[in-house]
Each structure stands twice: as structure tokens, then as C-alpha cells.
């Protein structure tokens, strides 16, 4: 993927054909990415999909063994981590437990000389930011789980620049903590209109926070954007797999030819195809998001018979499992949608998509949408 | 199943005889620095008797007994105290970058803790001869090398212990290799360093053979003091005097091992178990 230089602004990050392997492991290979400044860019991977080696190039922990890494405009590629002005979140907390709170907090500060009557404002601000003035006098030893992320974070935010990176600062939180977490770094960025790279291996969290997305699979960027496209329109299977709860479906079929129409045949249902076929191989994978997929019919959709084979109530909505015609499929009702009749297990029921929103891929990329039944 | 009470106590009484009777030696000589000459050999053991201060007196009052004390002191808290320079610079090292045969090394480097000393104390006698080495500085290195294995052996297990993450929060916000070491992993293996100290200071403390072998005026600490003062000119164990300088000597370790003891089962096992500390 050629890098897309945004032209409007200033370039934040530029990262040019990286590579880097560890003994006989490959583990990034052939990556590029660019991130306009002031993007809350969210690089998503599985786990051991890169991520953190990625980090590791960025803040210039490690070098890589191919390839150069732009920052503000600047080859950075052979600096130090010192030299690239970068606010570091790592992924574990690594609070100093020798200091306290505060102490933790002005760290960056402390080491960038500032004087000490300009650094109490400092900490106070990213404290109150993080709500988290209380803790200043404690050490880290005396804090929870969450309470140490969000010194981490207050610790990442205090340094005076315009790039932070995050490494998965979220993970192993609790749930509602997360959800504010989210909140509370979303907002700040905004605020601050700095440029944020924050690694996740969680897809709900990249859609939430992300204004750009890039997915890293097999030690490569396999696509960025932003979440609403690499949601609704994503270029390859595992974008569509991997950026969604629950799981997206990915229904096997056959891509077939009849005069000037192109097919598409599934066990479950055919398709007419709108497209651009990039290879002969007829074999093809139909993705389709989960909420897409309705109970009874709606005009103008494909509909075809399944049979459910298994409920799970999230109280807010129900994840149904289903089973058409021996295609696995999933799909979410939500409780309060009035519009949906209620189903149960073993049940026969008429599921119904929008052709347009059935995105056909050939050889894990996607070549283009259904079009109406036939 | 929670043992009885009757159970426990009678642990408990067996462990204080176990304990009394190792003790009891000890007991002895301290209480016979405090006995006239012939009160220590009357028997039966005298437990009730005037004490007097006169043995440790004439103790200190012999002419190089000051100067032994010093010198025990001066060589092994110093010598302790560079082996910790080197080996905390070293267990970093060692720690951060981690080479093939990191293991290796280490197993070498202890492995010359391995040889008891008087395997070696000969060749070492001419070499610091040769070298012309048999004074304070010579005498000095050789309890600092002799220092170094263990305390880094504690100090690595230590600074494994601490993550590299530590390091690389401070690389990123601009903190030099330096400043790391010494300002971020330096206080957090502050346990591992008071248990290395103490460890070898007892060691040092307790060296006999090699420093009987090479020591001079200025080297000779107590132990080579007791081992020349033992007898009287008519070739009979001078008790009060041994009693008295032995007393002063255990002082030192005594009060050592009562402050710091959850340090010194960190030493024993070279950092592996932390205990509480």
C-alpha cells in the first residue's frame, strides 16, 4: 500500500517500508503508514501481530532493520529515544515505585530540566484531567489496577509536544473503568489537538476512539482508515473479521459467469455481482456484518430459510446463531427493536440482508457487493 | 488439619534446646570475658559471679589489639563496599544485555568462590610477593574480588527482577543510560544491596587463612589476632584474653544479623527468594 501523504497538513509520522526480524521470526515486513497530524491514530492488531515491536521502532527502543521512520517531517530512523520528543504510555504501567504519584507524574518534566515552580501546574492540570489529584501522595504500591493507568496516562500526557504513543494502555482493565478511560483520552486529544498512535488488540476500543484505523495482520499494514469505511467498506476479510463485535460472517461461495451476468452462488442463497473480479479462481468469500442480517422479510433483500441454533442474551440484545442451509451464520437483534419478532432455539425463520451490504472478497480482498436476488 | 496446642509446644520446646545447646558455647565465652581467670575454669561452671571489665581492659590495653579491630573494620567495609560499585555495574550489564553465554560467565565468575582457599592460598602468596602487593592495597583488591561473585549473583537475580520497562519509560522521556542505572534501578534493588553487603561483610569479617598468609602491620584483622594471642608465654590458652577479643569480634556480626536477618536469607540464595523484603 503506497503511503497517503496527507497534503492539507503537516505530516506526523511517516513510517517507509519497515522491517524488522528477531532470529528466524519476520515480524514486520514491508510496512508503511502515514499519520496527518492531530489523528487519533489507532493501530489495531490480533495479539503478536506486531504491535508492540511497531512501538518499539517508533519510540526508537529498537532499531529497524529496514527502512525509515519520519517524524514531523524528519528522518528520526538513527536517533535516540531521548531525541524524538515523543509522550510514551507503555503497555505495562512501569510506575516507578520508589516515587510517588507526583513524582511519577513530573518524570518527563524532570528530565526536561523545566523549572520546578512551572512543573506544580503541570501536574495539577493532568491530575485534574485524569481525576486524579487525590493520589498525588500516594505511591504506586497503594493504588488499583486503574488508578496506575491513569497515572501511566498523566505520566505520558505531561510532556510539552505534539506526539504520544499509547501501547496498549487499556488492556486487562475492567470493563466500565475502560469505557471511561475511553472517554476521558478521546476527549483529551481533542483537547490537546495533538496526534495520538495508540495500539489495541481490541476492536471495540479502535472504533471508539480511532479517527483513523490501521489494521496490522502478518507483520504488515493490511489497510487504514477511518473506522466508519474500514466498517461499512472494509478491503479485506480480516479487517471484516477482526474489526467487529461479535465476529463477522464469511459465507463461501462461487463465483459464476452467464452471458453478461456475474453470480454468485452460495448454499444458502444466489446473488447477482456487481465488480471487478481480480482473478479466475471462482471460489469467493460473501462477508456480512452481523446487524445486517434481519428476521423475516424486508423489501428488496435476499432472504433465505435457517434454522437457530443457539441464543445468548446480552440483555440489550441477543446474539443469534444460525444455521442456513449448512452455512454458520451470526446476528444481532437488538431487545428493543419492535420491528424484530422474537425467535427460539430450534426454531425455522426467514433471515433477510441488503445485497448491497453482502461485501464479496476474492482471495481475502475485497472485488466488489451483491446486487439483487435472482 | 491445624496441629494441637500441646503439638506446638512441644516443637517449639524442642526447637529452644536445639537452639540453646548451639548456643551455649557462645553463652560461655561471652560470659567468661566478664569472669577472673580462675572463675572461667572452676568447675563446675560458675553462673552466679562478680563481674569484671578487667579481661577486656587488659585486652585492649595490649599493644595491637586497636589496630586489629581497625584494620578488620577498614579492610572489610571497604573492600565490600567496591565490590558492590563493580558488581552492581556489572549485574546491569549483565541484566540488560543478554548474550549467549551470559550463564556461562556467571557460573565462572562464582566458580572461583568454589575452590576453598587453601587450594589457592599459595600460588596467590607468591603472586603477591612477586608483585610486591602484600600490603593494605593489595590486601584490599583481593577481599574486593573475593566479594564480587556473590554480591553480583544477588544483584543480577535482582535487577532481572526489575523490568526493562523501567528503563525504557526513562529512555523515551530523555533519561540517559546513567541516569536509568542509578536513579531507576538503583533504588529498587536496594534490598539486594544491603543483602550482598552483609553477606560478604561476614565473609570478609571471618577470613582467616589468607589473611594469616599475606597480611602484615597494616592488614591483620582479628581473626589472625585470636589465632597468635591464643596461648600465654608458658604455652597455656590465655581464656580471658580469647574470651574478651572474641566478644568484641562477634559484636560486630551479631548485631548485624539481628537487624538485617530477612537480607540475609536473600544473600543465602542469591536473590531468588525475596521474602518479605
Known amino acids: 500500500m503506497a503511503p497517503n501523504r496527507n497534503d492539507t497538513g503537516m505530516t506526523a509520522i511517516e513510517l517507509n517500508n519497515l522491517a524488522k526480524r528477531y532470529g528466524r521470526k519476520q515480524v514486520l515486513h514491508n510496512l508503511h503508514l502515514s499519520v496527518p497530524a492531530g489523528e487519533f491514530m489507532v493501530v489495531f492488531g490480533l495479539p503478536a501481530s506486531g504491535k508492540s515491536v511497531l512501538v518499539r521502532l517508533l519510540t526508537g527502543l529498537e532499531s529497524p532493520d529496514q527502512g525509515n521512520i519520519f517524524l514531523r517531517n524528519t528522518d528520526v530512523t538513527h536517533l535516540s529515544p531521548g531525541e524524538r520528543n515523543i ?169 459464476s459467469t452467464q452471458g453478461s451476468h456475474q453470480f454468485i452462488e452460495t448454499p444458502a442463497f444466489r446473488a447477482g455481482f ?86 464479496v472478497f476474492q482471495q481475502g480482498r475485497r472485488i466488489g457487493v451483491c446486487t439483487g436476488s435472482e | 488439619m491445624q496441629p494441637s496446642r500441646t503439638r506446638i509446644a512441644f516443637y517449639y520446646s524442642l526447637l529452644w534446646l536445639v537452639a540453646l545447646l548451639f548456643f551455649l558455647p557462645v553463652f560461655w565465652i561471652l560470659m567468661a570475658s566478664f569472669k577472673t581467670p580462675d572463675d572461667i575454669l572452676a568447675v563446675p561452671p560458675q553462673f552466679l559471679f562478680q563481674p569484671t571489665l578487667d579481661n577486656i581492659v587488659s585486652m585492649l590495653t595490649r599493644p595491637n589489639t586497636i589496630p586489629y579491630f581497625i584494620n578488620s573494620l577498614f579492610l572489610s567495609i571497604l573492600s565490600v563496599t567496591l565490590a558492590l560499585v563493580v558488581s552492581f555495574l556489572a549485574a546491569y550489564t549483565l541484566s540488560r544485555y543478554k548474550f549467549r553465554a551470559t550463564n556461562f560467565l556467571m557460573f565462572l565468575i562464582l566458580s572461583t568462590r568454589m575452590v576453598p582457599a587453601a587450594a589457592f592460598v599459595v600460588p596467590i602468596f607468591q603472586m603477591y610477593n612477586a608483585f610486591q602487593w602484600r600490603n593494605q592495597f593489595g590486601v584490599l583488591m583481593l577481599y574486593t574480588m573475593f566479594s564480587i561473585p556473590f554480591s553480583l549473583w544477588i544483584l543480577k537475580g535482582f535487577i532481572d527482577g526489575v523490568s526493562p520497562r523501567y528503563d525504557e519509560t526513562g529512555f523515551v522521556n530523555g533519561a540517559s543510560r546513567l541516569h536509568v542505572m542509578f536513579r531507576v534501578v538503583l533504588p529498587q534493588v ?40 591464643l596461648t600465654d608465654s608458658g604455652g597455656n590458652v590465655d581464656w580471658a584474653f580469647v574470651a574478651s577479643l572474641s566478644t568484641g569480634y562477634v559484636l560486630l556480626p551479631t548485631l548485624m544479623i539481628f537487624f538485617f536477618q530477612k537480607y540475609l536469607l536473600v544473600g543465602m540464595t542469591f536473590g531468588t527468594v525475596r521474602g518479605e523484603v
Open chain 1, 87 to 255: 509522550g510514551y504510555v507503555p503497555q505495562s504501567f512501569a510506575l516507578y515505585p520508589h516515587f510517588t504519584v507526583h513524582q511519577n507524574i513530573a518524570y518527563p518534566l524532570h528530565l526536561a530540566r523545566v523549572p520546578k515552580n512551572e512543573v506544580e501546574p503541570e501536574v495539577q492540570r493532568v491530575a485534574g484531567l485524569l481525576g486524579i489529584q487525590s493520589l498525588l501522595d500516594r505511591k504506586p504500591d497503594q493504588l488499583s489496577g486503574g488508578q496506575k493507568q491513569r497515572v501511566a496516562i498523566a505520566r505520558g500526557l505531561i510532556k510539552r509536544t505534539d506526539l504520544y504513543v499509547l501501547d496498549d494502555p487499556l488492556v486487562g482493565l475492567d470493563f466500565k473503568l475502560r469505557e471511561r478511560l475511553i472517554d476521558d483520552l478521546k476527549r483529551t486529544q481533542e483537547m490537546l489537538n495533538v496526534t495520538f498512535v495508540y495500539t489495541t488488540s481490541d476492536a471495540v476500543e479502535s472504533l471508539m476512539l480511532a479517527s483513523q484505523i490501521a489494521v496490522l495482520d502478518g507483520g504488515e499494514i493490511i489497510e487504514n482508515g477511518p473506522p466508519e469505511t474500514l466498517y461499512t467498506a472494509p478491503q479485506r476479510t480480516q479487517t471484516l473479521q477482526s474489526v467487529a463485535f461479535p465476529q463477522a460472517n464469511l459465507i463461501d461461495g462461487t463465483l
Open chain 1, 274 to 359: 456487481s465488480g471487478q473480479p481480480n482473478g479466475p479462481t471462482p471460489q469467493v468469500q460473501i462477508g456480512v456484518r452481523p446487524e445486517q442480517i434481519r428476521i423475516g422479510t424486508t423489501p428488496g433483500a435476499l432472504t433465505c430459510q435457517a434454522r437457530v441454533l443457539l441464543r445468548e442474551d446480552l440483555g440489550g440484545e441477543e446474539i443469534l446463531y444460525l444455521d442456513a442451509q449448512g452455512v454458520q451464520l451470526t446476528t444481532v437483534l437488538r431487545s428493543d427493536d419492535q420491528t424484530q419478532q422474537h425467535v427460539d432455539i430450534d426454531q425455522s425463520v426467514t433471515i433477510s440482508m441488503q445485497p448491497q451490504q453482502l461485501i
Open chain 2, 190 to 229: 536496594r534490598p539486594g544491596l544491603i543483602a550482598a553487603f552483609i553477606f560478604n561483610l561476614i565473609f570478609v569479617w571471618n577470613e582467616f587463612l589468607l589473611n594469616f598468609i599475606l597480611g602484615g602491620p597494616g592488614t591483620q584483622m582479628i581473626p589472625y589476632a585470636l589465632a597468635v594471642g
